[in-house]
């Protein structure tokens, strides 16, 4: 089993930034990619893939936040980081960490992101 908790959300200003932080426990020795998802609340929505990392190197990105979004990760720790500049009030979301092993992936409680105009 392995249990994920993000931390840092807020509510900010259009304009600034917000890093969130991403931290594993258990198991982690088998996780081999993780990534940031985001979700709006409400029926029938999707949770959107942000960003992942693979094995600590390989990067992937949505086009819908290159640009604005990083991450960074420690990949012994496996702890994942989400930089976000220049955020938007359609940045506003609920924040989830995902890390996965072979077999599953596993989820964390997410973390509300406001974003003000």
């Known amino acids: 089993q392995v249990q994920v908790v993000e931390s840092g959300g807020g509510l900010v200003q259009a304009g600034e930034s917000l890093r969130l932080s991403c931290k594993t426990s258990g198991d982690i020795s088998s996780i081999y990619i993780m990534g940031w998802y985001r979700q709006v609340p409400g029926p029938g929505t999707q949770r959107e893939l942000l960003?992942?990392?693979?094995?600590?190197?390989?990067?992937h990105y949505a086009d819908s936040i290159k640009g604005r979004f990083t991450i960074s990760g420690d990949n012994v720790k496996k702890t994942l980081d989400l930089q976000m500049n220049s955020l938007k009030p359609e940045d506003t979301a609920v924040y989830y960490c995902n890390a996965r092993n072979l077999a599953v992936g596993y989820w964390g409680q997410g973390t509300q992101v406001t974003v003000s105009s």
């Open positions: 960003a992942t990392m693979t094995g600590g190197v390989n990067i």
